[in-house]
Each structure stands twice: as structure tokens, then as C-alpha cells.
T-cell receptor, first 108, second 119 residues
Framework: GIQVEQSPPDLILQEGANSTLRCNFS?????LQWFHQNPWGQLINLFY???GTKQNGRLSATTVATERYSLLYISSSQTTDSGVYFC??????????FGKGTKLTVNP | GAVVSQHPSWVICKSGTSVKIECRSL??????MFWYRQFPKQSLMLMAT?????????EQGVEKDKFLINHASLTLSTLTVTSAHPEDSSFYIC???????????????FGPGTRLTVL
């Protein structure tokens, strides 16, 4: 099955800094989603981005499907951005395979 | 986006008892729902795919007789953990996609999760 690798596993930033999270996947996909898991466990949909580039406020994402990676950019980070960011991909079926996540800590 | 709810949010039970968790799609119909399990500080692992009106499809290593799934309507799937033991303590999360009228036909939306503690 599809393998998903996220990097870095942990990231510590000062408030206001920018960051880039990476997601590599091993096969072609028809679904790629980025999520933020808040402290209560809820997964918040950030982007649905099997290809191309999208932006939503301080967050943006790019997926280069031919090279099998996706990037999540966080600009001017805030303490409320802290949490775990997951990348999940789907191949031919509807099932999603999750990466291990990047734990982001933003210090004031 | 589509809204998915779960009930209960948390449950504590004694070893040997059974626990039922509900997953509902609130503003759309879901022919397929998914059940995941997440242990502390780990990622989400798919347990099974729940299909409305038919049997669930379980991932390798997941005991279908222990984790009973029923998807009796287009808005409700239930997961029953039978004869629960402490090792079943985990965070259970469901998801669904709403293919009708959406450009992102296979985008999945997740419920808030159910934290199960078995004593």
C-alpha cells in the first residue's frame, strides 16, 4: 500500500516565524488532505489538495503529484497554531493513509 | 464543509462490557464511513470501512467479531467494542465523505472522536 512520510517529526518555533512541513508519498494519489489536530483530538480540515496550490489566510499548500510530495506553509505563526499536523493520502480506493504527523509548538 | 458528529465524547467502562459508539453525518448522506483508532502520541490507523446496507470491510489485523460495525442508514454508523479490555482503550474517530454536488468528491470529514477508557 501507499507509504506516507512526514517531516520534521517535531518543530519548535517562536511566534511570528514561518515554517514548512513536508509530506512524501510513495504512489500516485487521487486524494491528499492536510489536517490540524487540536488539543481535544478534533481533526480540522486544512486543505484538500491532490495537486496544485491553495492558500487560506496564513496557510498555504502545494502538491507536486508527479514528484510525490506536498508542502504545508505556515506564515507568521501564532501560539494557536500549535498541535499536530497530519498529511493523509488516498490512492484508488477511498481509504486514507495517514503520516505520523508533525508536532508543532509555537512559543510566545 | 460537511459535519460529522460522534457520541459519546468519552466513555469509561469496566473490563468485559460492551460499548457502542455512534457516528452521524449531520448535513449529508454518507454511503461510506470510516472508523479509525488513535493511540496516544501516534497517528490514526484505519480499522474498517463501513458500507451502508452491507458488511463492513476490516483492515488486516482488526478483529471483526470484537469491533462490530453497523451502517443501517445513510446518516448513521455504529461501532460496538465487544467484551472490552484495557488494551482497547484508545481514541476512536469516524469520518465520511459527501460525494453529492461537491467538487472534492472524496474529501473526508472527521467526527470529534470518542475517548474510550476500559478499567
Amino acid at each position: 500500500g501507499i507509504q506516507v512520510e512526514q517531516s520534521p517529526p517535531d518543530l519548535i518555533l517562536q511566534e511570528g516565524a514561518n515554517s514548512t512541513l513536508r509530506c512524501n508519498f510513495s504512489d500516485s494519489v487521487n486524494n491528499l488532505q492536510w489536517f490540524h489536530q487540536n488539543p481535544w483530538g478534533q481533526l480540522i480540515n486544512l486543505f484538500y489538495i491532490p495537486s496544485g496550490t491553495k492558500q487560506n489566510g496564513r496557510l498555504s499548500a502545494t502538491t507536486v503529484a508527479t514528484e510525490r510530495y506536498s508542502l504545508l506553509y505556515i506564515s507568521s505563526s501564532q501560539t494557536t497554531d500549535s498541535g499536530v499536523y497530519f498529511c493523509a493520502v488516498g490512492g484508488g480506493s477511498e481509504k486514507l493513509v495517514f503520516g505520523k504527523g508533525t508536532k508543532l509548538t509555537v512559543n510566545p | 464543509g460537511a459535519v460529522v458528529s460522534q457520541h459519546p465524547s468519552w466513555v469509561i467502562c469496566k473490563s468485559g462490557t460492551s460499548v457502542k459508539i455512534e457516528c452521524r453525518s449531520l448535513d449529508f448522506q454518507a454511503t461510506t464511513m470510516f472508523w479509525y483508532r488513535q493511540f496516544p502520541k501516534q497517528s490514526l490507523m484505519l480499522m474498517a470501512t463501513s458500507n451502508e446496507g452491507s458488511k463492513a470491510t476490516y483492515e488486516q489485523g482488526v478483529e471483526k467479531d470484537k469491533f462490530l460495525i453497523n451502517h443501517a442508514s445513510l446518516t448513521l454508523s455504529t461501532l460496538t467494542v465487544t467484551s472490552a479490555h484495557p488494551e482497547d482503550s484508545s481514541f476512536y474517530i469516524c469520518s465520511a465523505s459527501d460525494p453529492s454536488g461537491r467538487a472534492n468528491y472524496n474529501e473526508q470529514f472527521f467526527g470529534p472522536g470518542t475517548r474510550l477508557t476500559v478499567l
